[in-house]
């Protein structure tokens, strides 16, 4: 409560000011200074001008920015590139007197260099450009509350400057993804946010209506089947860089609202798609970040730092299927076992493992896998061959008709990205969406709807296409070794206050 009270304290103090600026400023909220430099720009172009070169170069600048501190000679303002020094002159230090952190101003003079070394202008023409009304956090203690640096996400971009590299990065990879794609020929489209009948992918739905036409819409859960569309109609590279939406919970990994890559690619394979993924990532690595190496920090549930793992994007990235991979992490378990429908379901029951009765051995894999191995596959594995129960619009393995050419990529114990050769005889297709609308009547609310359009477009024919999902929050984590997927979020959802 005190601390309450103090800061509604310094509110009232910052409205008294402006208050009284209204009487006297014309315009309080002046918007027409622009300002001829950035910060870094200053530091960069005069990172070996000494005090004496500038001295006599008397090059007059204008900067604008936020005030952060506050040093009675000096004052530091902080713009969208950085931070620059700000000499306080005789004539300025009545208009500094006033100002609080937090407000925003534009300064005009000369650029000069401190007898430390610090780039600096002199200030001989001033102008407050917004006047700040809440203080900003301790400058000790920054803003360390996670909650409310999520809530307040504009106040942590204030005060955070490696929150705002870590935003930069996110923009900077999304940015890569699409030269890489566009310079592979792929079309950028854009499909339907809200669909008539939820697909591509298992995931409950959110679900809306439309008035005008009197019918229950749902948010889009993937663009997959959308895309798949316009491969049928001859768009052979296509791409969407997507915003999805999923009613699941909230967690380190999952948010309702989220950013996924999905790419189609005609006369390829699975395997196509692996060797293009490591390069794709290999690529964000060496452009975005400048290193193959790539560390992160590994922390416990409590957030403790348990120590470091690097990942080398310069090397090809391992590969299991999903059954070497539960056998390698579980020597106790027999191939028997885990192709018996009965051994199988022992087995997960001996796991902890609720088991549904209407589970086939495909799924009783999955949930073994899931419960075993995937938090365990540190470094980069492609896992591949996933039952066709559990990969309802994957093609079929040629050479096991029970499994699917797919794979999903793996890093640091997080799925990063789904793929594979794509399912195109649609009499296959049916019996596919059929088997998922069992599995939602058995009370799946995850299974697929049946899309009868879907269907019919496949009948005219697609060609052999091979389609990934990537993840790009989770991408994004992995790239700016953030524990949460709340951090790479401008804003994630949060419950109510």
Same mark, same amino acid.
């Given at each position: 409560?005190?601390?309450?009270?103090?800061?509604?304290?310094?509110? =009232?103090?910052?409205?008294?000011?402006?208050?009284?600026?209204?009487?006297?400023?014309?315009?309080?909220?002046?918007?027409?200074?622009? @300002?001829?430099?950035?910060?870094?720009?200053?530091?960069?172009?005069?990172?070996?001008?000494?005090?004496?070169?500038?001295?006599?170069?008397?090059?007059?600048?204008?900067? =604008?920015?936020?005030?952060?501190?506050?040093?009675?000679?000096?004052?530091?303002? +902080?713009?969208?590139?950085?931070?620059?020094?700000?000499?306080?002159?005789?004539?300025?230090?009545?208009?500094?007197?006033?100002?609080?952190?937090?407000? $925003?101003?534009?300064?005009?003079?000369?650029?000069?260099?401190?007898?430390?070394?610090?780039?600096?202008?002199?200030?001989?023409?001033?102008?407050?450009?917004?006047?700040?009304?809440?203080?900003?956090?301790?400058?000790?203690?920054?803003?360390?509350?996670?909650?409310?640096?999520?809530? +307040?996400?504009?106040?942590?971009?204030?005060?955070?400057?490696?929150?705002?590299?870590?935003?930069?990065?996110?923009?900077?990879? $999304?940015?890569?993804?699409?030269?890489?794609?566009?310079?592979?020929?792929?079309?950028?489209?854009?499909?339907?946010?809200?669909? &008539?009948? &939820?697909?591509? =992918?298992?995931?409950? &739905?959110?679900?809306?209506?439309?008035?005008?036409?009197?019918?229950?819409?749902?948010?889009?859960?993937a663009p997959e089947l959308y895309l798949k569309r316009l491969v049928v109609g001859g768009f052979e590279r296509v791409y969407e860089i997507n915003r999805s939406f999923r009613n699941e919970g909230l967690s380190t990994r999952h948010n309702p609202e989220f950013t996924m890559l999905e790419f189609y690619q005609t006369y390829a394979d699975y395997n196509d798609l692996m060797?293009?993924?490591?390069?794709?990532?290999?690529?964000?690595?060496?452009?975005?970040?400048?290193?193959?190496?790539?560390?992160?920090?590994?922390?416990?549930?409590?957030?403790?730092?348990?120590?470091?793992?690097?990942?080398?994007?310069?090397?090809?990235?391992?590969?299991?299927?999903?059954?070497?991979?539960?056998?390698?992490?579980?020597?106790?378990?027999?191939?028997?076992?885990?192709?018996?429908?009965?051994?199988?379901?022992?087995?997960?029951?001996?796991?902890?493992?609720?088991?549904?009765?209407?589970?086939?051995?495909?799924?009783?894999?999955?949930?073994?896998?899931?419960?075993?191995?995937?938090?365990?596959?540190?470094?980069?594995?492609?896992?591949?061959?996933? &039952? $066709?129960?559990?990969?309802?619009?994957?093609?079929?393995?040629?050479?096991?008709?029970?499994?699917?050419?797919?794979?999903?990529?793996?890093?640091?114990?997080?799925?990063?990205?789904?793929?594979?050769?794509?399912?195109?005889?649609?009499?296959?297709?049916?019996?596919?969406?059929?088997?998922?609308?069992?599995?939602?009547?058995?009370?799946?609310?995850?299974?697929?709807?049946?899309?009868?359009?879907? $269907?019919?477009?496949?009948?005219?024919?697609?060609? @052999?296409?091979?389609?990934?999902?990537?993840?790009?929050?989770?991408?994004?984590?992995?790239?700016?070794?953030?524990?949460?997927?709340?951090?790479?979020?401008?804003?994630?959802?949060?419950?109510?206050?």
């Amino acid at each position: 409560m005190t601390e309450e009270r103090d800061e509604n304290k310094l509110i =009232a103090e910052r409205r008294a000011k402006l208050n009284n600026l209204r009487s006297v400023a014309n315009p309080l909220f002046p918007n027409d200074f622009k @300002p001829k430099a950035l910060a870094s720009q200053l530091e960069r172009s005069y990172s070996v001008a000494t005090k004496q070169d500038l001295e006599a170069l008397q090059y007059k600048t204008s900067v =604008a920015g936020r005030v952060m501190r506050n040093r009675g000679s000096f004052i530091v303002i +902080q713009d969208r590139s950085g931070t620059i020094q700000l000499y306080v002159t005789k004539h300025s230090r009545a208009f500094v007197k006033n100002l609080d952190l937090g407000d $925003i101003i534009g300064v005009e003079g000369y650029l000069r260099r401190s007898s430390r070394g610090d780039l600096y202008v002199e200030i001989e023409t001033f102008t407050l450009l917004t006047k700040s009304l809440r203080p900003l956090p301790d400058k000790f203690h920054g803003l360390a509350d996670r909650e409310m640096r999520y809530r +307040q996400r504009y106040l942590d971009l204030i005060v955070n400057s490696d929150v705002r590299s870590s935003f930069r990065t996110r923009s900077k990879i $999304i940015s890569h993804i699409r030269h890489v794609l566009n310079n592979e020929n792929f079309l950028e489209v854009e499909t339907p946010m809200l669909h &008539p009948v &939820p697909g591509g =992918a298992a995931a409950r &739905p959110f679900i809306t209506h439309h008035n005008a036409m009197a019918s229950d819409m749902y948010l889009r859960i993937a663009p997959e089947l959308y895309l798949k569309r316009l491969v049928v109609g001859g768009f052979e590279r296509v791409y969407e860089i997507n915003r999805s939406f999923r009613n699941e919970g909230l967690s380190t990994r999952h948010n309702p609202e989220f950013t996924m890559l999905e790419f189609y690619q005609t006369y390829a394979d699975y395997n196509d798609l692996m060797t293009f993924t490591e390069r794709l990532l290999g690529g964000i690595a060496r452009e975005v970040l400048g290193s193959d190496r790539v560390i992160n920090t590994k922390r416990d549930e409590n957030g403790n730092k348990l120590g470091e793992v690097e990942y080398d994007f310069s090397k090809p990235f391992r590969r299991l299927s999903l059954l070497n991979s539960i056998l390698l992490f579980n020597p106790a378990i027999s191939y028997d076992e885990l192709l018996n429908l009965e051994l199988a379901r022992q087995v997960a029951a001996d796991l902890g493992i609720i088991v549904d009765g209407d589970w086939g051995v495909g799924k009783l894999q999955i949930e073994i896998f899931e419960k075993t191995v995937e938090h365990r596959l540190e470094q980069p594995t492609f896992v591949t061959h996933y &039952p $066709i129960e559990v990969s309802p619009l994957a093609r079929r393995s040629d050479a096991n008709p029970s499994v699917t050419d797919r794979f999903e990529l793996f890093i640091g114990g997080r799925e990063v990205a789904n793929g594979f050769s794509e399912l195109n005889d649609p009499e296959d297709q049916v019996d596919r969406f059929n088997a998922q609308l069992n599995q939602k009547k058995s009370g799946d609310e995850e299974a697929m709807y049946f899309d009868k359009d879907y $269907i019919k477009a496949l009948e005219y024919g697609m060609p @052999p296409t091979a389609g990934e999902g990537i993840g790009i929050d989770r991408l994004v984590m992995l790239f700016t070794d953030a524990s949460s997927i709340r951090d790479v979020l401008l804003f994630p959802h949060m419950k109510p206050e």
